[in-house]
């Protein structure tokens, strides 16, 4: 049985995005000034041009490589212990950024589908940066001109959809700030909330994990500890220790490392005797059953060239534009085994493991991987292959939870290589479904 939560998510996520309004309703989901209001105004826009002046990288191509390379001298600016760093509050780096869609209807269409929808590929890649610059205000030294951290997103842990309508013309504001760090690990906490009928509602909530490396980005730096103060930050910080174990114990766990589970065998037996045909006696004769399609007919493949326009202020490619590409291959393979438009329910257990280098053939490779009822789960592998030596590297894994507005047919493994497949997407969805 789904949860209630689950079938209030799909009830939300049948919901259609409503087309541009008129003056009047722009005006209705245009927020008050809050320069006005006395809060430091952060443009969304400003968030990368803030982080190039932390780190000293520019805008230009070749200038860029040379502050690039002028940051090693940083190194001896490094923290040699934690216990040398002063301890910081939640507070400290707590950042609101405005993304006014409503009040600026020039920014809109870099964010606009042709239906009319916001591009969700575009609000990750605003999630990403903005992380990166909660981490950077949590590590702030006003001693030094430039940080000689270098900041990257290590994991995003989850991200949950709290509406599934998000406005094209009503203004967007982001806040968060850093709940919990290790020795150069930070967990960011970011929301994400949407101006209509005269208040802010929430549209999701989003869990980042950051890291801290030298300023050559070779090996992992000490950050500041973090002193909650108050029963609220002590329980964020206990929950970000709670999601650290999670994590560890789901690494434990992984197909890659160790046999399935009783109960997952099972379910794999069961899949196979499913697909035998009942009018021969052999292994090797499958059939199809009703309403299925077989795994490797549910996929999607996609090829980027990464050019210098990509990068992010450490001169390679930006995580963000990795999570936008990847989202969008990933919906439209939902939308093409749906067979409609369907609605992102969340993201989880993206993993950064190597960064892609500018010049890179980055290539994607979608797959529905499970799906029960209405949802689909879509598993998106990314690698970076170098044609010279032709050796295939992977750099990040990406899991969606989709909903469509209608059941969708099963998916159905064919291989022992895809029943792994098959057995980690039910256990990310149901990962989904529990919280």
């Not at 750099?395 to 497949?421: C, K, Q, W």
């Amino acid at each position: 049985m789904l949860s209630q939560r689950f079938l209030s998510l799909s009830r939300a996520a049948s919901l259609t995005c409503r087309s541009l309004c008129s003056a009047a309703a722009s005006r209705q989901g245009q927020a008050p000034d809050m320069a006005e209001a006395g809060n430091r105004l952060l443009h969304v826009s400003n968030v990368r041009n803030r982080l190039r002046e932390i780190v000293g990288a520019s805008t230009n191509w070749s200038d860029h490589q040379q502050a690039m390379a002028e940051r090693v001298s940083l190194a001896s600016m490094l923290a040699r212990s934690q216990s040398e760093l002063p301890a910081k509050r939640m507070k400290d780096s707590f950042l609101e950024v405005h993304l006014p869609l409503g009040s600026e209807p020039e920014l809109r269409e870099k964010y606009l589908t042709n239906h009319n929808t916001v591009r969700f590929g575009r609000i990750l890649e605003d999630l990403d940066s903005l992380a990166v610059l909660i981490s950077y205000s949590h590590t702030y030294n006003p001693a030094l001109k430039r940080s000689p951290l270098s900041i990257v997103t290590a994991l995003v842990d989850k991200i949950d959809m709290r509406q599934h309508v998000i406005y094209p013309d009503c203004d967007i504001k982001f806040t968060g700030q850093v709940t919990w760090v290790g020795r150069s690990s930070i967990e960011a906490k970011m929301h994400m909330s949407q101006y209509r009928d005269g208040a802010y509602a929430p549209v999701l909530d989003a869990t980042f994990v950051m890291v801290a490396r030298d300023p050559g980005n070779k090996r992992a730096a000490f950050v500041n500890p973090l002193a909650p103060e108050g029963p609220e930050e002590e329980k964020l910080l206990q929950e970000g220790e709670a999601n650290k174990s999670r994590r560890v114990e789901l690494s434990t766990a992984s197909l890659l490392k160790v046999a399935p589970t009783n109960e997952e065998r099972k379910i794999i037996h069961d899949l196979f005797l499913n697909t035998l045909d009942a009018n021969t006696v052999s292994f090797r004769s499958r059939i199809l059953p009703p309403n299925s399609v077989w795994m490797e007919d549910a996929k999607l493949k996609g090829l980027e060239i990464c050019h210098p326009q990509q990068r992010n202020i450490f001169n390679r490619i930006f995580g963000g534009f990795l999570m936008r590409k990847a989202y969008e291959l990933g919906w439209a393979n939902a939308c093409s085994f749906g067979g409609c438009r369907p609605s992102l329910v969340a993201v989880d257990d993206i993993l950064f493991q190597k960064p892609v280098e500018i010049g890179s053939l980055l290539m994607l490779s979608s797959q529905v991987c499970y799906t029960q009822g209405k949802y689909i789960q879509v598993r998106v592998h990314s690698e970076v292959f170098d044609p010279l030596t032709q050796q295939h590297s992977t750099t990040n894994i990406f899991h969606y939870t989709f909903a469509s507005d209608r059941n969708v047919p099963s998916v159905v493994p064919r291989t022992y290589g895809e029943s792994m497949l098959y057995l980690d997407g039910k256990r990310h969805f149901n990962q989904t479904l529990e919280s």
